[in-house]
Every structure is written in structure tokens, then in C-alpha cells.
């Protein structure tokens, strides 16, 4: 149980298109959900959480007009990178908390590079 | 003083050894901690979460939780190769959103 999936798993973009990623729980309903970025050999940095029917909270220092979340459903959060660059190439995951309990379940995670 | 530390390492023990992995964490009121291991280049797994003072154990894996000294730890017996990875302990903070506040990570090297 508690399966995160995310799609896709690696993406390819040109500078200043946008790409979205998708994290969906597979098994369970996921109250909240959460957004994560890592560069290689750093520490995972949480970039917002998001629950369902509510707009996303996001930390200090994120863009949010830059990376627009929606967490449409239990089961469904997107995360659209606008106007991509090169600095925003990263490992992206995405991680989500069911109703009870306050075990944090990640995704594989989408790979993002900005050429 | 960061809020979750643990030792960067690599802690290296032989195969079939006891691991030992420590965090410590400086928000008192926290009720909640996990443990995550986390392959390179992979995203991370839940290993173990622990929400009482003592031990719990599940399988090779053994959590402790001390709150008086705002300690918690995860032991590995029986360390095999496959387990060579970076570990990372969580916190939850208990107000708003539930975000988890992570340490940077022990990396375990585990040698045949």
C-alpha cells in the first residue's frame, strides 16, 4: 500500500517552455501533498504543500507564479514549471500524506533538465 | 543550530555488522519521526516511523526514540551491501500543514 506515482519520469525542455508533473496516489487518498526539489548531493528542499480544493503554501524563497500547483482532487497534484531555465534543472518529488497518520509517502520522482 | 542534525559520514561497517545511525532534533513539542533511506539518484523510502519514547523494531530495522534528550536513532542489523545508501531522519512539526523537517542525511557504506 501507499503508492506514489509520478509522471513523467524524466522530461527534456527548451528554455522558456513550460512543463507540468504529475503525482497521483495510487492506493490511498492523499489529504495533503507536498513538493520537493533536490540538486545533486544536496539535501531535499520543500518548495510547497498543497491540499486539495485549497491553494498551495508555499516556503520562502519559492516563486509561486513560477511553479503553479493544483491539487485538483485526493488523488491528483500537478506541478507546472513556467518559463523554464537552466537553473531549473533538478530532481523533482512529490510526496503525500493520507487522511490518518502522518507518514509522508514519496513519488520516483521527475527528473528535469532545461536545455 | 540546525533543527534536525545527523552525522554527514560515511559511517563504513563490514557486512553482517550492526549500523548505527543518530539524529538529534531541537523543536521539543515534536511528536513524530521517520526514518527514510534513500538511494542515489532514487527518491526517498520510508523505512520506519516512531512516535513513542523506546523501541520498535521491524524486521533488521530497530527505531529509538529518547524525547527527554531529543534523540532518535535507527539501527540496521545483519548490514548487508544493498543497504548502502543515504539515510535520512524526519521530524514532523506538529502545527499547520505537517510539513516534515529533514536532516541532510548519514550515508551508510556497507563492505562485503
Known amino acids: 500500500g501507499a503508492v506514489v506515482s509520478q509522471h513523467p519520469s524524466w522530461v527534456i525542455c527548451k528554455s522558456g517552455t513550460s512543463v507540468k508533473i504529475e503525482c497521483r496516489s495510487l492506493d490511498f487518498q492523499a489529504t495533503t501533498m507536498f513538493w520537493y526539489r533536490q540538486f545533486p548531493k544536496q539535501s531535499l528542499m520543500l518548495m510547497a504543500t498543497?491540499?486539495?480544493?485549497?491553494?498551495?503554501?508555499?516556503e520562502q524563497g519559492v516563486e509561486k507564479d513560477k511553479f503553479l500547483i493544483n491539487h485538483a482532487s485526493l488523488t491528483l497534484s500537478t506541478l507546472t514549471v513556467t518559463s523554464a531555465h537552466p537553473e531549473d534543472s533538478s530532481f523533482y518529488i512529490c510526496s503525500a500524506r493520507g487522511l490518518y497518520g502522518y507518514e509522508q509517502y514519496f513519488g520516483p520522482g521527475t527528473r528535469l533538465t532545461v536545455t | 543550530q540546525k533543527e534536525v542534525e545527523q552525522n554527514s559520514g560515511p559511517l563504513s561497517v563490514p557486512e553482517g555488522a550492526i549500523a548505527s545511525l543518530n539524529c538529534t532534533y531541537s523543536?521539543?513539542?515534536?511528536?513524530?519521526f521517520f526514518w527514510y533511506r534513500q538511494y542515489s539518484g532514487k527518491s526517498p523510502e520510508l523505512i520506519m516511523s516512531i512516535y513513542s519514547n523506546g523501541d520498535k523494531e521491524d524486521g533488521r530495522f530497530t527505531a529509538q526514540l529518547n524525547k527527554a534528550s531529543q534523540y532518535v536513532s535507527l539501527l540496521i542489523r545483519d548490514s548487508q551491501p544493498s543497504d548502502s545508501a543515504t539515510y535520512l531522519c524526519?521530524?514532523?512539526?506538529?502545527?499547520?500543514?505537517?510539513?516534515?523537517?529533514f536532516g541532510t542525511g548519514t550515508r551508510l557504506l556497507v563492505s562485503p
Open positions: 524526519a521530524v514532523n512539526r506538529n502545527t499547520g500543514f505537517q510539513k516534515l523537517v
Open positions: 498543497s491540499n486539495e480544493g485549497s491553494k498551495a503554501t508555499y
Open positions: 523543536d521539543r513539542v515534536s511528536q513524530s
